[in-house]
């Protein structure tokens, strides 16, 4: 370790020069700049619509009819289109005490760079963080790459956790000086960041040298002890704050533009409990919590980016520019539900009250492409803040391909302003931009174990219905063709498919790029359509030897080619590949700097390839849940582009596959389904196949929990798992091991959707035998919202309890886990083998 010439001295004294401030500005383009609109009235959805498992969220100036109304955040008002008016909305109904809104002037953006904690941890060095910065500078910053974070482990002895709060030591891992490795970052056209836990400590020196900053006994020993240090500031005194300023400005000083400040709920909770310590006790504990922000802010100024950490320190809202939201992730699927429980938790913040961190994104192996491409994909589909945290210099092409696609996060804001309480499945972002207005849908599986179809309406979206609508699959770079009503597409376990959806006119359109995930937000500067000429006029943003795609679709009707295209810098002509496919054209090119291209692109009509389809063979339905089937043919022989569904006398929507979703369904009811081949140009089948189905006879006289659609449970970090104790390892009561059932951490719930099918309900109960503890835990069965069973408190040595309930005529089935009186904390309640009879 490297010890500065005086403990003290090391937090009053600035070391370096302040250096360069707003670097981060510096780089932002001129056409992200903050809108001096804001804040401004935004379109609003105060509650889910007609489809619970649609996510909406807008990119520019957005309308849509399935907006509730329009929230003002200088108000803090929602305004219904009934005219009545939600007041105090943000504090009252969402409570978010000190709720104001977003100050977008020095940061339009969330930040997008690199973290070091998850793959080096505490094992981080200077010279790893070097090598990762240099990285960025020649592969990603071109993609809006601004961030370089060096996390826990460059100060006191670099190990540990509470007894490593020293901010006056440097670890010997970093004698180059954290100073020198700020000035590094910045040279190479970066912006230095930091992580700390700032109000704790744990160099007794210092507690010693000034008693009056920490939280101390009687006896002179901590009066908070926690992860968050051996001792914890004091915030009621005028010291504290000299003390916090003191050392954020020395942070400052030595060149560090972005603060990571972790542990603030652990800190807002100790503030709170442990007010007999303070030496001026008098006064709200949430108050002295934002005054040692407002002191920490005094010292960074108003030019640097100060992050809060971890879960959600809400009482920070105002003073910081944005905050985690979550849970630490980790590299596997795991880790993506932990980002996609923090955004269904708290979306609602983001770029309204702050920017939310829902945690890095890590795409490297061994975590499978397709799940990486999913945790991309959500990242970037939500423009929260984007950091990755993998060594860099280690990813493979197709792991560097997914972030150069998500970089940088942009200016995305939910519609949704309220916390989900399940997680959905349609992400819709609908974006307006140069007066191209389309939808970016991710669609998600979250089953690891198994792949299947998801469906999309395009009512439940808000588009034309009964128009068609042109569809294009972005991750393959693939047109799926011209359709009405919907789509429903097959999914892989634990994946994403990402669909651009434009509404289909009577001539050739731009339906995607492939710069960014939003398709042209980024890239496009401008894009206009000449009839006369029947050709298209654009410049966009090209990145360095990145092929740069402009994809072009055509009415169903009409087939038209690329005749002729023209690329040009301001140094000369680019080279075009030019690929014409039927109902679709690509044109791609590659710009030998960093610069904006100008391109023009002509049409000519061409010929359409019709060939004759015929209806599917063998229709079959499948029960998916307790209203649902999964429709399945045999997949033919011959060419197809896809399928049309028709239920009841009723187009429903497309597949491109021999498998479509429906959902939704009355048990009781008998159906007609009808499918028929389509081909390009929407010529279908001159025959259908059909088939009548019932669901309730469908279903089997067994079906296991796991099987049914959740309707709602508990939001938060841990949730209820399905076939797997919370923590993901496998269900275990006394020392046997069961394949099936739901694991839940207490103070949580889950519902089933099961509409009245089946007469009983039984599982066994009992503590996980992960279950370190004797903590006792209630067993509940709700039913309708009526208490069906109750257990009595059990504990560990119980074991496995038997539980047979009747559920006749229960239309949604409710489990409920809670500790055992004088019980803190979370205890493993497992419902192992739970399954619904008939």
Known sequence: MCKL??????????????????????????????????????????????NKD??????????????????????????LKDGSVKTDYYKETLGVKFFQAIDKSRFPLPPSGWCSWYFYYQEINEDEVKRNAKWISENLKDYGAQYVQIDDGWQGTGHGLGENRDWTTIDKRFSGGMDRLAAYIKSLGLVPGIWLAPHGQSNESVVKNQPAVFLIKADGSSASNTWEGKFLVDPSTPETQLYLKALFTTLSKWGYEYFKIDGQPIVTREFRT????????????????????????????PDRYLLGCWVIPMEGVGIMNGSRSGADV?????????????????????????????????????????????????VGLTGQALLTSDRLTDLSADRVELLRRVYPAVDIRPLDLFSYDRNKHVWDLKINHLGRKYDVVGLFNFDEGKSGPRYVSWKDLGLPVGK????????????????????????????????????????????????????????????????????????????????????????????????????????????????????????????????????????????????????????????????GVNLRWNAQ?????????????????????????????????????EVSTAWQDGTLSPKKAQIKFNVGQLLPAEISLAELEIVSLTPGWRQPELDRAYTGKGLSIGGKHYPTGVGMPTRSEIEFQIKGNYQTFSALVGIDDEQNNEGGVEFTVMGDGRELWHSEVLKKANGAIPVKVGVAGVQRLQLVVKNGANVNGRIHGDWVDAKLLK
């Open 5 to 50: 010439s005086s403990l003290l001295t090391a937090l009053l004294i600035a070391l370096l020069p302040a250096g360069q401030l707003s670097l981060a500005q510096s780089r932002i383009p001129s056409s992200v700049r903050p809108d001096t609109r804001w804040p401004r009235p935004i379109p609003a959805r105060i509650q889910d619509g007609a």
């Open 54 to 79: 649609v996510v909406i969220m807008t990119l520019g100036e957005v309308e849509t009819a399935l907006a509730d109304g329009v929230f003002d955040p200088r108000k803090d008002e929602v305004r």
């Open 274 to 301: 442990r007010k007999e310590f303070m030496k001026n006790p008098a006064g709200d504990p949430d108050e002295m919590y934002r005054q040692t922000l407002k002191s920490i802010r005094e010292a960074i100024g």
């Open 330 to 378: 980790v590299a596997g699927w795991d880790g993506f539900k932990y980002a996609l429980r923090a955004t269904s938790q708290y979306y609602y913040l983001h770029n309204v009250a702050w920017y939310n961190d829902p945690d890095v994104l890590v795409v490297r192996a061994p975590v499978p492409i397709e799940q990486a491409r999913a945790w991309a994909s959500l």
């Open 468 to 627: 068609p609508v042109h569809v294009f699959d972005f991750w393959n770079q693939e047109y799926l063709g011209t359709w009405e009503h919907g789509v429903s597409l097959d999914l892989l376990p634990a994946s994403c498919r990402v669909i651009t959806l434009l509404a289909a006119e009577d001539q050739p359109q731009l339906i995607s790029t492939n710069r960014h995930i939003t398709q042209g937000w980024i890239d496009l500067v401008s894009a206009d359509y000449d009839a006369a000429r029947n050709s298209y006029r654009g410049r966009s943003r090209a990145i360095k030897n990145d092929p740069y795609q402009l994809q072009f679709v055509f009415p169903r009707a009409k087939n038209f080619a690329i005749s002729r295209v023209t690329v040009r810098t301001s140094t000369g002509k680019v080279d075009a590949k030019v690929l014409n496919h039927q109902g679709w054209a690509t044109v791609e090119f590659t710009s030998p700097k960093t610069t904006e291209v100008s391109w023009e692109v002509s049409f000519e009509p061409a010929s359409i390839y019709r060939f004759p389809v015929k209806e599917p063979g063998q229709l079959w339905a499948e029960y998916a849940g307790v209203d």
């Open 637 to 673: 022989a011959q060419p197809a582009t896809g399928y049309q569904v028709i239920l009841n006398g009723n187009v429903v929507g497309f597949t491109p596959t021999n498998v479509f979703a429906l959902r939704g369904l009355d048990p009781n009811v008998t159906y007609t389904v």
